[in-house]
């Protein structure tokens, strides 16, 4: 477990973690980093080399992230827990598709507009996708599409004015989901609520936080 939060840094030479090679839990949050290269986090020592396999959360909240690049994780593929919350991100980074064992991704309070075909949509293992306060306009038939595990799921606070009628008909897993504070009519609910028959819980507005992971 190693936490650098909270402090001023704006790159990480990839040469820092080299001796860490059992390191699991990296905290990032709080600082000034721009940018998330191949170079950045993922090369070298605990996470990339013998120890690539090592790292299994990621924190990187909370930063001024704008752009991750393609291959920004590339020898870090065992993460499973992924928080990028708190950015400055217009789109949902295309290397996320390449973490096969993703099981929770915080992108709540960034600036994404559009999650279809999003590169997420290749985590078979995702349980958790936390979406808040975007700029999200829209869900389609194929937003949720190929996430078979999904459980929990975070659309709260964002501009969504229409769900489509097939939108979570492939997530028969999905126990959680939270649209509250956004422009849904009575049609979007109606025929949302009754393709969702495994929902242990649900939001729509004026109801209590969801206390599960990262308080999705």
């Known amino acids: 477990y190693l936490s650098l939060s909270h402090n001023h840094l704006t ?49 990187l909240d909370n930063n001024k992230i704008e752009q991750v690049q393609s291959e920004a994780f590339k020898n870090c593929t065992k993460i499973e827990d992924l928080n990028l919350s708190g950015n400055k991100l217009v789109s949902v980074p295309d290397s996320l598709g390449s973490l096969l064992y993703l099981r929770y991704i915080d992108l709540g309070e960034n600036n994404i507009t559009n999650i279809t075909h999003a590169s997420y949509q290749k985590l078979r293992n995702l349980n958790g996708l936390r979406l ?12 949720f599409r190929h996430l078979t595990s999904l459980k929990i799921v975070n659309l709260a606070k964002n501009n969504i004015s229409n769900i489509e009628v097939e939108a979570f008909d492939h997530n028969l897993n999905l126990q959680a989901l939270r649209l509250d504070s956004n ?27 969801l206390q599960s992971h990262h308080d999705l």
């Open 11 to 59: 790159r990480i030479d990839s040469s820092l973690f080299r001796d860490l090679v059992s390191l699991q839990v990296l905290i990032l949050s709080h600082n000034q980093f721009k940018t998330i290269t191949a170079q950045s986090i993922c090369s070298g020592g605990a996470v990339a080399g013998a120890g690539q396999y090592s790292l299994r959360f990621l924190a």
């Open 132 to 143: 808040t306060d975007n700029s999200i306009t829209s869900i389609d038939k194929d937003s």
């Open 183 to 209: 422009r849904l009519n009575d049609a979007n609910i109606s025929h949302l609520v009754s393709n969702l028959k495994n929902l242990l819980w649900r939001s729509e507005e004026h109801t209590s936080e």
